[in-house]
């Protein structure tokens, strides 16, 4: 009698389509700011400051170009003044290719490259960050600026955008549909990090207008990037009470899959990093994802902290990087949670890491020496 053969195992199809190939592998639609930085004395005490060019969607771009090694894009505004100069630059110096609608500044009033203040804080003093936003050149762009056509004529493989760029203007959250509806019939992948900012909403009638403006983007979504704070507070989606579960507890985010995919059957992947803070320089570190009905967790880690601000845009990338990679979603999960977890390290909002440290962090490395 023949021995039957051994049954076999094989992995599920993956959820997301992913194009093989395009002219960009990733294009991020945001605002570019600057980030000034007095490192670990408050502002009211400063006396200089370094410089970050940051911007959410920015900062996954450049972190799949420096670190990843992939062929990325940014759409935003640009301003000619020597604000602008600067921030192009540190868009050319971390291999990004920059797509603006330009805008002339009047010499006094703008328009302005906007100014974001983080302080680093340290041990049991918090970081600070407050922002000058006004006259901002990115919150003018509008429906019809970037010509999409034109721009995904050569391929697409992933279009990134999200809840800080469409809470800036009405013209926004409408230039971020154009964008998603356009990189659909390209045959992107379509990927919104909620980043729930409460005062930017507040601006435009608060919590319920957020909602309704986020669950339209939401509804042309592939990839959802959020905690389950920005579930509950950007889409209205019922939760549990997340204070009374450890930072590091992934199951309050996993209970909300079910409402959160019932309401957005077209999402396939649900993802957010985990955080639990002790003080400004010691975080406990992990990261959760959801795929076609499956969930994976990373391992806990604790992080020495030098500056937090970038980690969940390095997070992002790692995990965007994986699934563009074709990796399972546990490795797609381990990469974004140890870039992320890299980028802590390092001052300022964007990688400084290679691909072979991160491949090493997931893997399990440690911080021994390398020589």
Not at 57 to 86: H, K, Q, W
Not at 290 to 312: C, T
Request: one cysteine or more; aromatic letters at 8%.
């Amino acid at each position: 009698m023949d021995t039957p053969a051994p049954a076999r195992h094989d992995p599920p199809m993956p959820a997301l389509n992913v194009p093989p190939s395009g002219a960009f592998d990733l294009l991020s639609l945001g605002a570019l700011v600057h980030r000034l930085d007095p490192g670990v004395i408050p502002f009211r005490k400063a006396t200089e400051c370094h410089i970050h060019v940051s911007g959410g969607e920015f900062n996954v771009a450049a972190n799949l170009a420096d670190c990843f090694r992939l062929r990325t894009a940014v759409a935003s505004a640009m301003v000619d003044y020597p604000i602008g100069d600067l921030v192009e630059e540190r868009v050319r110096a971390m291999g990004v290719t920059g797509i603006y609608k330009r805008f002339k500044h009047d010499g006094v009033r703008g328009p302005n490259i906007a100014t974001v203040y983080s302080d680093r804080g340290h041990g049991a003093r918090a970081p600070v960050v407050f922002y000058n936003r006004a006259n901002e050149a990115a919150a003018a762009l509008a429906p019809g600026d970037i010509d999409w056509k034109a721009l995904f004529s050569g391929g697409l493989r992933w279009f990134h955008t999200g809840g800080i760029f469409a809470a800036l203007s009405e013209t926004t959250t409408e230039l971020i549909l154009e964008g998603m509806r356009a990189a659909k019939a390209a045959g992107a992948v379509t990927s919104f990090d909620l980043n729930y900012r409460g005062k930017l909403w507040l601006v435009r009638g608060g919590g319920p207008k957020a909602v309704a403006e986020l669950g339209r983007i939401v509804a042309l979504t592939d990839v959802l990037v959020g905690n389950e704070e920005d579930l509950q507070e950007g889409l209205g989606i019922p939760g549990p009470d997340v204070h009374a579960k450890s930072a590091l507890d992934p199951s309050a985010f996993l209970a909300m899959i079910d409402q959160v995919t019932k309401k957005y059957s077209n999402l396939k992947v649900l993802a957010t990093t985990l955080r639990a803070v002790h003080s400004t320089n010691r975080h406990s570190w992990s990261a959760v994802a959801w795929m076609d009905g499956q969930h994976s967790v990373a391992p806990s880690a604790e992080l020495d902290v030098l500056d937090r601000v970038g980690g969940g845009d390095g997070f992002a990338a790692g995990l965007f990087y994986g699934l563009l990679s074709g990796k399972g979603l546990e490795e797609a999960v381990r990469l974004g949670w140890a870039h992320g977890a890299l980028v802590t390290s390092f001052p300022g909002d964007t990688t400084m890491a290679t691909l072979e440290q991160v491949r090493a962090f997931a893997a399990g490395g440690s911080a021994r020496i390398q020589r």
